[in-house]
């Protein structure tokens, strides 16, 4: 693969900033209405998905710690290395071992497949948990190498936005793609256009959606002529497509990062999405561009008839720049009151430049020691590796009219952070596991997802053994109930064992001493664990010393409660 687009961003920087620097006042802009009614993406919260993860021994057919490593045939470590923020891989299924030392808490460090559907079925589960509407699945040049992996990520892609009730849409990244206008349209036919059939797909006025994203921008990774990139636009509208355009920053006024003369291309397109990584990186910056490029942008769409979908990012982790969260909230809160109907994240998955917001490493306990990278906490503020997911839920919640617009960030860097009641219900429901060991299926995982007649189970005639969940973030518990299937083969039994709490996942206290709980089926195969008084904590681990019933550690459901 080619220069990616983020060398480009970086040396645009510069030239960008250049006759941008009017500093935002207080103006409002009057509200504007989209050309297009709601629909998939107007009126939605889209995130950029890469999806272009993958380790050796994961069974990709590019075999490559693909776009983890420089060298992609060797592991990730400090001297080869393609990314610059660290994942919080916890609610994976399967990682990989890197050549990284262990994280700060002593834990192996390990990097995840998107090429696992496990993968990337817990990625649209965080759509869904955060109200998070579509994803725009990344397609870059297909017929080379990385080709037969992007056509399975389509596919995979489009199984768990089906199981999620999540919607997607193609968009083709041009960059270095020398045959560019015959092929995308051939790819489209062959190819990517049979996932239109699934109830997935983004539809937009009635019309599948698709993306190109780099038609216009003034660098040589996009040499594209105007004529050329109009056929494939209008090519695409005679397909029966809604076609939205990733476009230069500059597309209105067509200089900085913009060739001249692609005002018709940009004008051809049915919703315009101006790129934005790169241009902006502070609260201050943010308020500027409301008014020298979202303001003007939107009025421009608006004239023509167009849809408007402007970028929302949370700033490189690398760079300080997130301010926990206030960056992000402040691009928010000037889209809502520009008027603006649909924004997109950039980007989900993007650890090669930071501007993830994946579930990332909150503080120095989840990094690789000898790593040097950030983590969410770099500014001394704690921030769950969850904070951005749900501050862009928050986001769009705001767009939609179902927040107040407000320019203070409703959204804790941690959940518990307020002075907001205690949640109800089982806060381990559905939550990420990790176990001292299990035996043939019987993992961890089990234990947390609701259906009590799965479970774990850990090794035989091996005492002590643990089981632990992880919670999301700090938060109240004072109550476990722990289960074991209902079934009456499973019969009576009495386990030793006892609850540790911690809050980084490294140092762990006891919450509550070691003592035998019974488990009858006749009363349920249940027991209930209260502890002395309700703490703070994320991690809750409970170590087992003995069973009556078998040589091991078993538990079919563990669930914690705040009360």
């Given amino acids: 693969m080619g220069v990616t687009r983020r060398v480009f961003l970086q040396a645009a920087v510069a030239a960008t900033a250049t006759g941008t ?18 629909g998939d993406v107007v009126g939605k919260v889209t995130v950029g998905y890469q999806g ?16 983890w490593s420089a060298n992609a045939g060797q592991p990730p470590s400090p001297s080869n290395t393609g990314i610059v923020a660290w994942p919080d891989v916890r609610d994976y299924a399967k990682t990989y071992q890197t050549g990284y030392a262990a994280l700060g808490n002593g834990q192996p460090a390990t990097l995840f497949s998107s ?171 943010a308020d500027n561009f409301y008014n020298v490029a979202t303001v003007p942008d939107l009025a421009e769409c608006a004239t023509y008839g167009i849809d408007y979908q402007p970028c929302v990012l949370p700033g490189a982790v690398t760079l300080r720049q997130r301010a926990h969260g206030d960056f992000m909230w402040r691009q928010f809160y000037n889209m809502v009151r520009a008027g603006v109907q649909s924004v997109y994240i950039s980007m989900f998955d993007e650890f090669n430049e930071g501007n993830q917001i994946a579930k990332t490493a909150e503080s ?11 983590a969410l906490d770099e500014d001394g503020t704690a921030c769950s590796s969850d904070y951005y997911l749900r501050l862009t839920g ?98 009576a039994r009495t386990q030793t064992l006892s609850v540790q709490g911690s809050t980084d996942g490294g140092s762990f206290t006891q919450l509550a001493a070691s003592a035998g709980h019974t488990f009858d089926p006749a009363t349920g195969n249940t027991a209930t664990v209260t502890l002395p008084a309700a703490v703070t904590t994320r991690y809750v681990r409970l170590t087992f010393t003995a069973n009556t019933g078998w040589p091991a550690g078993q538990l079919s459901e563990l669930q914690v409660f705040a009360t």
């Avoid at 620097?21 to 709601?38: E, F, K, N, Y």
């Avoid at 272009?52 to 776009?67: M, R, S, T, V």
């Avoid at 005639?461 to 938060?475: C, E, H, M, R, Y």
């Fill in 115 to 285: 090429y696992d559907q496990q993968t990337v079925d817990t990625h649209f589960l965080w759509l869904q948990q955060n109200g998070i509407d579509v994803a725009a699945l990344q397609r870059f040049n297909p017929n080379g190498s990385e080709g037969p992996t992007r056509d399975a990520m389509a596919a995979k892609v489009r199984s768990s936005a089906e199981k999620y009730g999540r919607k997607f849409y193609i968009m083709y990244d041009v960059s270095d793609w020398t045959n560019m206008q015959s092929e995308i349209k051939t790819d489209w036919t062959s190819k990517m256009h049979a996932h239109t059939a699934s109830s997935a797909y983004a539809v937009q006025n009635g019309k599948p959606v698709v993306c190109i994203w780099g038609f216009g921008f003034n660098d040589n990774q996009r040499p594209f002529a105007a004529d050329a990139c109009l056929d494939v636009v209008n090519w695409f509208k005679s397909q029966g497509c809604y076609v939205i355009g990733g476009v230069p920053t500059w597309w209105r006024t067509g200089d900085r990062d913009s060739r001249p003369g692609f005002s018709d291309v940009y004008h051809a397109f049915h919703m315009l999405s101006p790129w934005m990584v790169g241009r902006i990186g502070n609260v201050a910056d």
């Fill in 52 to 67: 272009w993860f993958a380790c050796i021994g994961d069974g990709a057919p590019i075999n490559a710690w693909w776009h």
């Fill in 394 to 491: 928050d986001g769009g919640r705001m767009l939609k009219g179902q927040l107040a617009l407000t320019a203070t960030r409703p959204t804790q860097p941690v959940v518990g952070g307020s002075t907001t009641p205690p949640p109800t219900g089982n806060l381990a429901l559905h939550r990420s596991t990790s176990e001292s060991s299990h035996t043939q299926s019987y993992a961890s995982t089990n234990a947390t997802d609701g259906d009590a007649s799965s479970y774990w189970e850990s090794a035989n005639n091996a005492f002590p053994q643990w089981i632990q969940v992880d919670l999301g973030a700090a938060t109240t518990v004072k109550r476990l109930v722990l289960d074991l299937p209902p079934a009456t083969a499973w019969g």
């Fill in 21 to 38: 620097a009017v500093l935002a006042q207080t103006a409002t802009a009057a509200t504007a209405s989209a050309a297009s009614g709601p």
């Fill in 364 to 374: 120095q306990a989840w990094v690789p020691t000898n790593s040097g990278f950030l």
